[in-house]
């Protein structure tokens, strides 16, 4: 992996890039005009083989990522499995992923179960299938560590701080963000994650993975798929997601707002080596006006 500087990512968001936002005209309360960019939506329609798998709303970047990070989440790309192609095909939005052995899932594809993110997320046969053979590493997170992460990623200029109606998600290691994805989804911010590390052969056990969104069972699920031991957000749990957390001995950490967070699984693991009287408030400069912390 290469060197990295205090503020480098080697893959960030890019706020600039015209194919993600739209600008459009509107009114305001008081009837006046006003300028507003909002996030793209585009479907992408992810293939295994021959056989289609799920129609996705997503910004449009990254799809091989997305796609690769999808069918290995959903478990139908194993860990042994020998990718041999990734065909992105932009005019018609589709992405195939080829593997040297024939797949079906077509009892996958019968059972889906609707999930909770927004964009729709979907999870297809049991939601803990796969995991029974999971052992996470026990590793330890440092608090320092923490707060260095959130200070770092709440100040990275973002589509989130831009246009708002997007979710992120930061590969880190360390007090150090690595790979930072934004999506319409929060799953597909994972799953574009989960696609680069698949496509980089990037080791997981020491990694934290950091979330805008809810920590959901979903959530929770494609972290431990991922092989991930932390999961972290500045938003709030659900109860299944902590529940299932605590089944797979993941650090489950949430609410992280300036010098506050809770720890609802893993506290054991957690090394306070962080003052928190000493870490700043969190500033609402840095905290786009009427978005949603979902």
Not at 167 to 186: A, F, N, S
Not at 221 to 236: C, D, E, N, Q
Request: net charge negative.
């Amino acid at each position: 992996m290469p060197s990295l500087t205090d503020t480098d990512y080697l893959i960030g968001p890019d706020p600039t890039n015209p194919r993600l936002t739209r600008a459009l005209v509107g009114h305001d309360q008081s009837g006046a005009e006003v300028d507003l960019n909002v996030v793209e939506e585009r479907p992408l329609t992810i293939f295994l083989n021959s056989q289609e798998i799920v129609t996705a709303m997503t910004i449009g970047d990254y799809p091989e990522y997305l796609a690769l990070g999808f069918l290995r989440n959903q478990g139908m790309l194993g860990p042994d499995e020998t990718v041999t192609g990734v065909d992105y095909d932009e005019e018609l939005e589709t992405v195939v992923v080829r593997t040297a052995s024939q797949t079906t899932y077509e009892e996958k594809l019968r059972k889906k179960t609707r999930t909770s993110g927004c964009a729709v997320g979907t999870v297809f046969g049991d939601m803990m299938e796969g995991l029974e053979g999971v052992v996470l590493p026990q590793a330890p997170v440092r608090t320092s560590w923490l707060y260095e992460l959130a200070h770092r990623i709440n100040r990275t200029p973002s589509l989130y701080l831009e246009a708002g109606a997007i979710h992120g998600t930061v590969l880190c290691k360390g007090p150090r963000p690595l790979i930072y994805m934004e999506d319409v989804g929060r799953h597909n911010a994972v799953d574009k994650i989960a696609g680069w590390m698949l496509s980089e052969k990037i080791e997981a056990a020491d990694k934290i993975l950091y979330t805008t969104g809810r920590l959901t069972s979903e959530m929770v699920i494609k972290t431990a798929m991922m092989g991930i031991p932390v999961l972290a957000s500045r938003s709030g749990f659900t109860a299944w997601g902590v529940e299932i957390a605590r089944q797979l001995g993941l650090t489950l950490i949430g609410r992280m707002r300036g010098r506050r967070f809770v720890c609802l699984s893993g506290e054991a693991r957690l090394i306070r080596d962080a003052d928190p009287l000493a870490i700043p408030e969190d500033e609402a400069r840095n905290r786009r006006k009427g978005a949603s912390d979902d």
